[in-house]
Nanobody, 123 residues
Framework: QVQLVDSGGGLVQAGESLPLSCVAS????????MGWYRQARGKERELVAT???????NYIDDVKGRFIVSRNDARNSAYLQMSGLKPEDTAIYYC?????????????????WGQGAQVTVSS
């Protein structure tokens, strides 16, 4: 029932900017955390930037000052503005959300993932 759809990505040159967006849909009660992870070729998936429902953000050190994560709770959406992109930012970026949905007894909460968007930064 719940679906996350990534949009954005593409090929840019070093120093340029690129936005990513994500929209969640379905029988959502609340989204506790929303943001992005990324996975570069040959590397493990890592957190990039997330925002909690209370507005607190979490960024990997390498993107601090360059990336900004935001969310629009009325639209169940999140946005990542990536600036000053570097070749080492090249990866598949996956929208991530910790979402609570109703069940027969109350709520169940767990992780959901978007389909991924390729970001390639050339030098």
């Amino acid at each position: 029932q719940v679906q996350l759809v990534d949009s954005g990505g593409g090929l840019v040159q070093a120093g340029e900017s690129l936005p990513l967006s994500c929209v969640a849909s379905g029988n959502i009660v609340r989204i506790d955390i929303m943001g992005w992870y990324r996975q570069a070729r040959g590397k493990e998936r890592e957190l990039v930037a997330t925002m909690s429902s209370d507005g607190r953000t979490n960024y990997i050190d390498d993107v601090k000052g360059r990336f900004i994560v935001s969310r629009n709770d009325a639209r169940n959406s999140a946005y990542l503005q990536m600036s000053g992109l570097k070749p080492e930012d090249t990866a598949i970026y996956y929208c991530y959300a910790q979402i609570c949905i109703p069940n027969h007894y109350g709520l169940t909460c767990g992780p959901y993932w978007g389909q991924g968007a390729q970001v390639t930064v050339s030098s």
